[in-house]
């Protein structure tokens, strides 16, 4: 039965898209406009947050940026209140493991090192989750990768290396790496496994819906992250954002997360995961496109050659889903 959340979704879905005429298309195309639009704001939450980083430290950002995802998810899963209380009852160290994996502190640990390098480099390194998820998938199943695994993860290894190195492979027998491109690198990895957990517990009929289990993870991400802001606090003092860097904050919340993660959902019901999943390259095209023209970042040959490796090599480990890659329910927020 759907929740709360999804009817309310369903309601601005069909209100948004008959003024458009969106309506009379086919609900594959649809499927795919929504992907599209979803890679578009995940995109943009790169450019949004670099922008952002300027006056407010990393762990604030994300810790704001979830503040804003509870609050409008509270009054659509108020009705599972119960459901919430006895689910951490019977499992808070599975509920905490998921905060911390997925939500304000890994999002603390990006934000760190897109402080110290570009958004375009953030847009890029994301293209790496598909094949870090095959990786880990490989691992836990205790088996060798396919033979179009191997290449994939190989070729989007050498994409990713170019691009931590900005292009300069003599810098590789250097040992120098960018310090903030290994710490976003670092993310996306913890990203990739929370995607296999969350594969996983999806595939399990979990006891809560998603939106309350983003909900309940997501307040205690809030509380784990804590300490770190106390810390932030006592060595730089209580941040004071402009009404700018309120409203960015305000975008990130609504609009890459909590729009994204419906759109998302929406187009992985209607066109599977396998296919769905390929729209995720689209995210480094924008976050280039954005940032060249809002902030003035420039593209570079390694970048286009970077995003090529590392695309063609996430394509190529599509070729052979895993049950858990095919999971109908993959993680919907970035």
């Known amino acids: 039965m759907p929740t709360a959340f ?18 009379r298309l086919s609900s594959r195309t649809l499927a795919f406009i929504a992907l599209v639009v979803t890679s578009a704001l995940w995109g943009s939450n790169a450019v949004v947050a ?27 899963v108020w009705h599972e209140r119960a459901a919430i209380v006895k689910a951490l009852r019977e499992d808070p160290r599975d509920y905490a493991l998921f905060a911390v994996i997925g939500f304000a502190p890994q999002n603390a640990l990006v934000y760190t090192g897109l402080a110290g390098t570009t958004a375009i480099n953030m847009g890029l390194l994301n293209s790496a989750i598909p094949v870090l998820i095959v990786a880990i998938v490989a691992l836990l199943q205790r088996r060798a990768p396919r033979s ?17 190195v900005h292009g300069d492979l003599r810098a590789l027998a250097r040992l120098e790496l960018s310090r903030s491109d290994l710490i976003v690198l670092a993310g996306m990895f913890i990203w990739a ?7 996983i517990r999806e595939a399990s009929s979990p006891a809560l819906s998603f939106p309350a289990f983003c909900f309940t993870a997501g307040a205690i991400g809030l509380v784990l992250t804590m300490p770190v802001l106390g810390v932030d606090v006592a060595v730089h003092g209580w941040p004071r954002p402009s009404w700018g860097t309120v409203i960015g904050i305000f975008y990130l919340g609504a609009l890459p997360t909590l729009v994204a993660m419906l759109l998302y959902g929406y187009g992985l019901a209607r066109v599977g995961p396998v296919q769905g999943g390929i729209f995720t390259h689209l995210v480094p095209v924008f976050a280039a496109l954005f940032a060249t023209i809002l902030i003035g970042e420039r593209l570079f040959p390694f970048h286009a050659a970077g995003f090529a490796l590392i695309a063609g090599g996430a394509i190529l480990c599509c070729l052979t889903p895993t049950p858990v890659l095919s999971s109908a329910r993959e993680s919907p927020h970035a």
Request: glycine share 8%; aromatic share 8%; no cysteine.
């Open 148 to 164: 179009f695994e191997a290449i994939g993860v190989a070729l989007s290894v050498v994409g990713v290396l170019l691009i931590a």
């Open 50 to 76: 670099r922008m952002l980083l300027d006056g407010i430290s990393p762990t604030w950002l994300a810790w704001l940026r979830w503040l804003v995802v509870i609050v409008i998810l509270a009054p659509f």
């Open 193 to 199: 496994v929370y995607t296999v957990r969350l594969g």
């Open 6 to 23: 999804a009817l309310h979704a369903q309601r601005l879905a069909a209100a948004i898209a008959r003024p458009l005429g969106l309506h």
